[in-house]
């Protein structure tokens, strides 16, 4: 498979270049010359298979590679992923099950099995790996009888939200996803406001996923929505460290299906508790910052469908702070984890 950027479709790459960088000469980040081409069928194929096996031919197919779902479970453990079912249509998919209860683990896994590097921020792998993991939790969804969901997830550097967006183009049953931020919410200025600062500077916060001032992976939106033109005047704001406000026409298309809230620190320290008092189950901090999101978006649009929340840390790896919000040590909350 051959890849150019966001900035290019002139130029073209190797997959053991683009695999290996996370941007080309031109500073773009890599995308697959034709994004490959995913039929109904196909998806439809993909996810009447185990997780395992989901993961392993949604990666054949972005890779062209030969993966069986017992690679997969060398990988990464035969159940990595797993979905509780929480109260008013709300599953928690959580992407942590491994000894260092985080989804960073499943994604080095993988990388490692397609031989790829998937370290540095923007690299196509990193964007490819998420998209066949939400396959395959749509999967188990699957089994348990839900069709369709909402998706909601922390921001971050947008990777996870625009690895959402691909998936959903290419026959993922994702209905809205919700970007969750907290003081550092650049995209909800640029979706909500129609603008966003350049030159903002990132919050320091209990969720460090979610501190990223200028999410590096919005250029691959702009991109999706508007292409290389669009892509050249969002660069030339930030050159500039000025304020980028796309034409209303691209605005309406990168609002198209995406949801932002704003979950405030605070709040995190009221939700993990209040979470855990009703439903019996314990998030983490940034578990609370999606779980807060998607309630923000259910209170605005009045839509209250499957949803799942995407988790990609256990509160095993945020002890202090899930300590802290309950009011309690950390070893007590080892002892409520089991």
């Not at 909500?192 to 996923?209: D, L, W």
């Not at 009703?278 to 839509?303: C, I, N, P, V």
Request: with cysteine.
């Amino acid at each position: 498979m051959l890849y150019v950027t966001t900035r290019s479709n002139r130029d073209v790459f190797t997959a053991q270049r683009a695999l290996q960088d996370n941007r080309g000469p031109d500073g773009g980040l890599f995308l697959p010359f034709r994004m490959p081409a995913i039929t109904p069928e196909e998806a439809e194929s993909l996810l009447e298979r185990p997780f395992n096996g989901c993961v392993a031919q949604t990666l054949n197919l972005l890779f062209r590679s030969d993966l069986s779902a017992v690679d997969v479970d060398f990988g990464i453990g035969r159940h990595p992923v797993r979905l509780h079912s929480l109260p008013h249509r709300i599953y928690a998919g959580e992407l942590w099950h491994n000894p260092q209860w985080n989804y960073a683990s499943i994604l080095s896994g993988l990388s490692e099995k397609l031989k790829i590097n998937p370290k540095l921020p923007g690299n196509w792998a990193r964007i490819a790996v998420r998209i066949a993991v939400l396959f395959g939790l749509f999967s188990q969804l699957r089994e348990g009888g839900v069709e369709e969901a909402d998706v909601a997830l922390v921001c971050g550097d947008f990777s996870g939200p625009i690895s959402a967006i691909y998936a959903r183009q290419w026959g993922l049953p994702v209905r809205n996803i919700i970007c969750c931020c907290n003081e550092n919410h650049s995209l909800w200025d640029l979706l909500c406001h129609g603008q966003i600062r350049t030159n903002t500077v990132s919050v320091q916060t209990a969720v460090p996923e979610a501190d990223v001032a200028l999410p590096e992976d919005l250029e691959r939106l702009v991109q999706f929505c508007g292409g290389e033109k669009a892509v050249e005047h969002y660069l030339d704001c930030c050159r500039k460290g000025g304020t980028y406000t796309p034409p209303e026409a691209l605005l309406h298309r990168m609002r198209d299906g995406l949801f932002v809230s704003v979950v405030s620190s605070q709040r995190l320290k009221s939700t993990i508790p209040n979470v855990f008092r009703s439903h019996g189950y314990l998030l983490s901090s940034a578990g609370a910052l999606a779980y807060g999101g998607l309630l923000d978006y259910r209170a605005k649009t009045g839509l209250t469908g499957n949803a799942v929340v995407l988790l990609d840390r256990g509160p095993q790896g945020d002890l202090d702070f899930v300590a802290r919000s309950l009011g309690v040590s950390g070893d007590e909350v080892l002892k409520i984890l089991g």
